[in-house]
C-alpha cells in the first residue's frame, strides 16, 4: 500500500521524506477539531436527498482523512466508501471502524465505471492536485466511475482564505505527543501556497526534543475559470456554488467555496 502513496509523492515532487500527513495524521483529528463537520455532512445529506440520491445507494469519499466526516455520514449511507492516498491517514481512519476504507489516487480510481450515485472531496482535497493537467484528470476519472445524473460535491479554499489566514502566517500549536510548527508562504504569481510543518516529538517528560520531523504540503489555488473548463469537459454540469457549507450564495467572504456538479 504505501507504493502508491510514493508513487504520488513522486509525481508532486515531494520527497518522501517530507510527504505530507505522515506524522501530521497522529495528531490530525485534534487540529481539526474546530471544523464544523456534523454542519458539513448535513449540508451534503440534504443536497443528495434534494437530487433523489437515496441513503441505501453508494456514495464515494474521495481524499477522506483520518475519516471524521465519514464517521457522521457512514450511519446515514451504510454503502460509503472511503479512500485516501495516505496510508497514515487510512491507518486513523481506521479506528472509526470504518467498513469500506481503502487507498486510492482520485485522479486513477480503482472502480468500475458508473459504480457510485454520488461522490464527495471536501476540506481543499482538490488544491493538492499539482496542475490543471491533473485536476481535469480526477473530475474525468471521477465522471467515469458515477452513473449519469449522479452528484458529486466538493470544495476548494478561496484566494481570500489564503491570502487572509495563511501567506506569512506562523502558528504554532501544542499537542499532547508534539508542537506543532505551522509557516505559510503564498505565491501569487504561481497561485501556490507552500506551508511547512515541523512537528517536535515531546519525551516522556512532556519536553520537546530535537528530533523535529518536516512535511512540506503544496496547494494550488485554481482560478473558476479552469475550473469551469475542467468540469465541463469532464461532462458535469454546475448545479450551484456555495460558501462554507452553508446555503448562501455569495462567495465574497468564503473560505471554502463548495461546488455541486450533476454527472451528465
Known amino acids: 500500500m504505501k507504493n502508491a502513496s510514493q508513487n504520488l509523492n513522486s509525481n508532486l515532487n515531494v520527497n518522501p521524506e517530507f510527504a505530507p500527513y505522515r506524522t501530521f495524521a497522529k495528531v490530525y483529528d485534534t487540529a481539526m477539531a474546530h471544523v464544523p463537520y456534523l454542519r458539513w455532512a448535513s449540508f451534503i445529506d440534504s443536497t443528495l436527498l434534494n437530487h433523489r440520491i437515496e441513503r441505501n445507494e453508494l456514495l464515494l469519499e474521495m481524499g ?19 479512500s485516501d492516498i495516505s496510508f497514515e491517514m487510512l491507518q486513523a481512519a481506521g479506528n472509526k471502524n470504518l467498513p469500506f476504507n481503502l487507498q486510492a489516487n482520485m ?59 495563511y501567506d506569512g502566517q506562523t502558528i504554532t500549536e501544542e499537542y499532547e505527543t ?4 505551522w509557516e505559510n508562504f503564498y505565491d501569487k504569481r504561481k497561485k501556490e501556497i507552500i506551508s511547512t510543518l515541523s512537528f517536535m516529538p515531546k519525551d516522556e517528560t512532556k519536553t520537546v526534543s530535537n528530533r523535529n520531523q518536516i512535511e512540506i504540503h503544496r ?20 448545479l450551484g456554488q456555495f460558501a462554507d457549507y452553508s446555503r448562501k450564495k ?12 450533476q454527472r451528465l
Open 219 to 238: 496547494q494550488n489555488v485554481f482560478s473558476p475559470a479552469i475550473l469551469r473548463k475542467s468540469i465541463k469537459s469532464a461532462g458535469f454540469k454546475i
Open 178 to 181: 508534539m508542537t506543532l510548527t
Open 250 to 261: 455569495s462567495l465574497k467572504n468564503a473560505r471554502l467555496i463548495v461546488y455541486v456538479l
Open 107 to 165: 485522479c486513477a480510481l480503482p472502480f468500475i465505471d458508473q459504480a457510485f450515485s454520488a461522490a464527495l472531496a471536501t476540506h481543499d482535497v482538490l488544491n493538492y492536485l499539482p496542475d490543471s493537467t491533473s485536476l481535469q484528470n480526477h473530475f474525468h476519472e471521477t465522471a467515469r466511475v458515477m452513473r449519469k445524473g449522479g452528484i458529486y460535491i466538493f470544495d476548494v479554499t478561496s484566494e481570500m482564505n489564503v491570502v487572509e489566514f
Open 64 to 82: 477522506c482523512g483520518t475519516g471524521i466526516l465519514a464517521k457522521h455520514l457512514h450511519t446515514l449511507y451504510p454503502s460509503l466508501i472511503t
